[in-house]
Protein backbone atom coordinates (compact mmCIF):
# COMPACT_ATOMS: atom_id res chain seq x y z
CA UNK A 1 0.00 0.00 0.00
CA UNK A 2 2.92 2.34 0.57
CA UNK A 3 4.51 1.96 -3.25
CA UNK A 4 0.27 3.21 -4.04
CA UNK A 5 0.78 6.28 -2.11
CA UNK A 6 4.84 6.93 -3.24
CA UNK A 7 3.05 6.68 -6.99
CA UNK A 8 0.82 9.42 -6.32
CA UNK A 9 3.07 11.88 -4.53
CA UNK A 10 6.07 11.16 -7.24
CA UNK A 11 3.17 11.85 -10.42
CA UNK A 12 2.03 14.79 -7.93
CA UNK A 13 5.21 16.49 -8.25
CA UNK A 14 6.16 15.55 -11.70
CA UNK A 15 2.76 17.52 -12.49
CA UNK A 16 3.24 20.37 -10.23
CA UNK A 17 7.61 20.65 -11.89
CA UNK A 18 5.47 20.63 -15.10
CA UNK A 19 3.45 23.93 -14.05
CA UNK A 20 6.35 25.31 -12.79
CA UNK A 21 8.11 24.97 -16.25
CA UNK A 22 5.50 26.14 -18.40
CA UNK A 23 4.86 29.06 -15.84
CA UNK A 24 8.24 30.62 -16.33
CA UNK A 25 9.86 28.71 -13.58
CA UNK A 26 8.15 29.90 -10.60
CA UNK A 27 4.54 30.87 -9.29
CA UNK A 28 3.58 32.42 -5.79
CA UNK A 29 3.52 29.93 -3.19
CA UNK A 30 -0.48 31.35 -2.27
CA UNK A 31 -1.86 30.21 -5.96
CA UNK A 32 -0.64 26.77 -6.11
CA UNK A 33 -2.84 24.07 -5.61
CA UNK A 34 -0.96 21.26 -4.48
CA UNK A 35 -0.99 19.92 -0.83
CA UNK A 36 2.02 20.82 1.40
CA UNK A 37 2.98 17.70 0.99
CA UNK A 38 4.05 17.47 -2.51
CA UNK A 39 5.85 20.72 -1.80
CA UNK A 40 7.48 20.02 0.83
CA UNK A 41 8.85 16.66 -1.39
CA UNK A 42 10.17 19.15 -3.92
CA UNK A 43 11.53 20.96 -1.47
CA UNK A 44 13.23 17.74 0.42
CA UNK A 45 14.46 16.58 -2.91
CA UNK A 46 16.22 20.40 -3.74
CA UNK A 47 13.87 20.33 -6.79
CA UNK A 48 12.23 23.69 -6.00
CA UNK A 49 13.15 26.61 -3.86
CA UNK A 50 10.83 28.79 -1.70
CA UNK A 51 12.05 32.90 -2.29
CA UNK A 52 10.70 35.31 -0.11
CA UNK A 53 9.87 38.43 -1.84
CA UNK A 54 8.86 40.75 0.68
CA UNK A 55 5.21 41.08 -0.59
CA UNK A 56 4.81 37.15 -0.27
CA UNK A 57 6.53 33.88 -1.28
CA UNK A 58 7.66 32.30 -4.94
CA UNK A 59 8.31 28.39 -5.12
CA UNK A 60 10.79 28.57 -8.33
CA UNK A 61 12.81 25.21 -9.65
CA UNK A 62 15.88 24.88 -8.28
CA UNK A 63 18.83 26.58 -10.15
CA UNK A 64 20.38 23.02 -10.42
CA UNK A 65 18.08 21.54 -12.16
Do not use: W
Not at 37 to 44: A, E, K, N, R, V
Not at 46 to 54: E, I, K, P, R, S
Amino acid sequence: MAKTVDNYVERASAKLLRSLHRSGGKAPLHRIGFTNSIIQYLLDKQLVQVQNTGRGFLLKIAEDC
